[in-house]
């Protein structure tokens, strides 16, 4: 009896450590302040919700292997069935950096807001966790990077030219969106083709904001402790000064241009020598450098895909190629904004459609 005894206090004991955990995490990550505007958010049309550990543990099977959607630098996504019945994407992360778990709160109530048809939707999060982790709408047709590059169910060549300019469109509007009309802006810091969704219609949904940044008010500079991104697309200024900027956006969204245009990876050897020698170093790894030195050359048309040089026709491939120069271009200050290059998509994906 004495040791029954032990044993439920030690249980109960625990119990209360775990509950006096999961409120100290629920607080640190900025959980009353959410609480507090719930009602304001609702009254205002956005659905969102704080979910349990319970609740998000449950829904993932325990975070099983078979529930995994895929895996990034930033953590790990699962596929997620909520208690209605409803499909959802968790986002557990790996690691956050304290500065970002102070303002964790504030950056959710914004991203909440967003409401725009080309950016995945964020449903709630979970916040009595160490790492706070994040709901999102599920969007069934895999990453734009699957489809391009392979291991996706419409991998290779089921993406059109057609399909391929409105897709970079729809994505360039959404991060002009998040740029210009989120209030305040919002840089993604982390553009890449595993980040843009496809739904169902194929239509582009920009995600993962894992590296995102609230943008600086105009009298601020924000220097990261740690520059985050991908190899193959991150913005040369940014690894210089450690600034993200909306530039920095743009480079990105360059280099998954050229992956619609091309075919090809962001960093891997080119399978060609159409602009020059090979070497093994970095730059010729590199899809912007290879683009960049084809291009000098007047050889952008050759490093194009086969069937986007066939139907998209060359004075659009001649603009195409014109916008990402611009967009690479190594000053950020020379580098047009998101706005422009979605209106200027917008006017290639006219022409290409009358050609």
Known sequence: MVLVALLLAYVGMEKRRMLRAKQRFFEQNGGLLLQQQLGSLAASGVAFKIFSEEEVSKATDGFAEARVLGRGGHGVVYRGSLADGSTVAVKRSRVVEEKQLREFSREMLIL????????????????????????????????????????????????????RLRVAAESADALAYMHSSASPPILHGDVKSANILLDA??????????????????????????????????????????????????????????????????????????????????????????????????????????????????????????????????????????????????GMRSRASDS
Request: hydrophobic share 40%; glycine share 10%.
């Open 112 to 163: 909440s807001q967003i409401n725009h048809r080309n950016v995945v939707k964020l449903l709630g999060c979970c916040l009595e966790v160490q790492v706070p982790m994040l709901v999102y709408e599920y969007v069934p047709n895999g990453s734009l990077h699957r489809y391009i590059h392979g291991g996706g169910a419409g991998a290779g060549e089921g993406l059109s030219p057609a399909d």
């Open 201 to 346: 219609g194929l239509t582009a949904k920009v995600s993962d904001f894992g590296a995102s940044r609230l943008a600086p008010a105009a009298d601020e500079a924000e220097v990261a402790t740690l520059v985050q991104g991908t190899c193959g697309y991150l913005d040369p200024e940014y690894l210089l000064t450690c600034q993200l900027t909306s530039k920095s956006d743009v480079y990105s969204f360059a280099v998954v241009l050229l992956e619609l245009l091309t075919g090809r990876k962001a960093f891997c050897p080119p399978p060609d020598s159409a602009a020059g020698s090979q070497d093994d170093d970095d730059d010729d790894r590199s899809l912007a450098f290879f683009f960049l030195t084809a291009a000098h050359k007047g050889r952008h048309r050759e490093i194009m895909d086969g069937w986007v040089r066939e139907e998209v026709g060359g004075e659009v491939l001649d603009d195409a190629a014109e916008l990402v120069m611009q967009c690479l271009s190594m000053a950020g200050e020379e580098r047009p904004t998101m706005k422009e290059v979605a209106d200027r998509l917008a």
